[in-house]
């Protein structure tokens, strides 16, 4: 309303007679240039007025199946409106979108699953957990050293919106360096945030959220091992790391990390961040309870992060390595695979296979990799084989909106 008659009828015209006339006189000597520089100034400016302004932007989540059929099934019976059937179907479709748009924002989806994504931020960590009450809670960011690219913003974010998430209930900072804590400042700026739980410190690294945390005025708590149990609906939350009243000096960054078990019914998971074997030992020798369904392997799998005793007695059936993809730091090293597969554990990558989803619920435990939902391409030179590979591309898209197959 403000932005584009303004760019139209004034920078453009200008712009254009501007570029014209610097086909024939000198850059310093074109007498609209300091104009054009003046308009495309204020437009700038006031580009960044309205986009500071509350509702400027709003994310709505991808439709799913049911929304696309109804949408389709309003425009036929648009082109047929005369006929009184037509007339009943508009109205009952266009109700149930209105009611499913209802739906999508209303907070908390009570699906009665623990289900738990593993993103794949590149060398980095980030895991969203969504509890069976409605709840969730954020693991985490990822982060890069790039001035360019913010992993919260251009990963994290449009995946928590296209599944139609707009509160996090707890955000979890295992521990302040960028691969971890980097992309939260975005999550924490553009979402309605409860709780944010860290290990206390505060580092370089962790400046830009720690503001956003303050800024947002938004709960803080800091975790250690003595941190009482959290119940979250059915399920419990235990912390077993960093230890109670440890002195910085004694443990480095990576082996103060946030280290939490999370129990629903027979399901649990453990979340390591990024220790090492001083806070590894550490855990075994205090006795907690470890033994877990579900592992995210320390350290995105490095050499100095794998302990024998601590697999074993952890005992996952599942172990999920965030790491990325042809990294520099070789992560994970071949040790670690090597361990939790002789233990008996599946190994996921987030570097081979994408963003790892794990769904549980009345007793039973489902993997899913974003491998697995890529849409298989069609080749027409072989007709025979067209139905049958959209057969399959339907059967993922049904299973990636939580249907089963056909």
């Given at each position: 309303m403000v932005i584009t008659p303004y760019a139209g009828f004034?920078?453009?015209?200008?712009?254009?007679?501007?570029?014209?006339?610097?086909?024939?006189?000198?850059?310093?000597?074109?007498?609209?240039?300091?104009?054009?520089?003046?308009?495309?100034?204020?437009?700038?400016?006031?580009?960044?007025?309205?986009?500071?302004?509350?509702?400027?932007?709003?994310?709505?989540?991808?439709?799913?199946?049911?929304?696309?059929?109804?949408v389709y099934t309003i425009m036929l019976s648009l082109f047929f409106f005369s006929f009184r059937l037509s007339k009943i179907m508009f109205i009952?479709?266009?109700?149930?979108?209105?009611?499913?748009?209802?739906?999508?924002?209303?907070?908390g989806d009570q699906t009665g699953l623990l289900r738990v994504t593993f993103l794949d931020v590149g060398q980095g960590d980030s895991a969203l957990i969504e509890f069976p009450d409605g709840n969730t809670m954020l693991i985490d960011g990822g982060g890069t050293f790039s001035e360019t690219f913010d992993?919260?913003?251009?990963?994290?974010?449009?995946?928590?919106?296209?599944?139609?998430?707009?509160?996090?209930?707890?955000?979890?900072?295992?521990?302040?360096?960028?691969?971890?804590?980097?992309?939260?400042?975005?999550?924490?700026?553009?979402?309605?945030?409860?709780?944010?739980?860290?290990?206390?410190?505060?580092?370089?690294?962790?400046?830009?959220?720690?503001?956003m945390v303050?800024?947002?005025?938004?709960?803080?708590?800091?975790?250690?091992?003595?941190?009482?149990?959290?119940?979250?609906?059915?399920?419990?939350?235990s912390f077993l790391n960093p230890p109670y009243n440890s002195r910085t000096n004694e443990l480095n960054d990576n082996d103060l990390s946030i280290v939490m078990r999370i129990t629903c019914n027979d399901i649990s998971f453990l979340f390591t961040g990024d220790i090492e074997m001083k806070a590894i030992r550490g855990i075994v020798e205090g006795g907690g309870l470890m033994e877990s369904t579900v592992i995210k392997v320390p350290h995105h799998g490095a050499r100095g992060s794998v302990e024998e005793d601590f697999i074993s007695r952890v005992g996952p059936s599942i172990a999920v390595i965030s790491a990325g993809y042809q990294n520099s730091y070789h992560h994970p090293s071949q040790e670690a695979i090597s361990l939790y597969k002789r233990t008996g554990a599946a190994i996921y990558r987030t570097d081979v296979d994408g963003a790892v989803i794990v769904e549980t619920g009345d007793g039973r435990m489902k993997v899913r990799r974003y491998e697995d939902m890529v849409l298989k391409e069609v080749d027409f030179k072989e007709p025979g084989s067209i139905f049958h590979s959209e057969l399959i591309n339907l059967n993922k898209i049904l299973e990636g909106y939580g249907y089963g197959k056909l």
């Open positions: 004034t920078v453009l015209p200008v712009g254009l007679v501007t570029g014209v006339l610097s086909l024939f006189l000198e850059t310093n000597t074109i007498p609209l240039a300091w104009l054009n520089e003046l308009l495309v100034g204020l437009l700038y400016k006031m580009v960044e007025i309205f986009a500071g302004l509350p509702l400027s932007a709003i994310y709505i989540p991808s439709p799913g199946v049911l929304t696309i059929i109804l009952i479709s266009a109700s149930f979108l209105v009611f499913i748009s209802g739906c999508n924002v209303m907070p992993t919260g913003k251009s990963v994290v974010a449009p995946y928590l919106w296209n599944k139609g998430i707009r509160k996090i209930d707890y955000i979890v900072a295992s521990h302040p360096q960028v691969d971890h804590i980097k992309g939260l400042t975005y999550i924490a700026d553009k979402f309605q945030i409860r709780e944010v739980w860290t290990n206390g410190r505060k580092m370089s690294s962790s400046y830009d959220f720690d503001s303050a800024h947002k005025n938004i709960r803080r708590v800091n975790i250690h091992s003595g941190t009482e149990d959290r119940i979250i609906g059915d399920c419990k939350v």
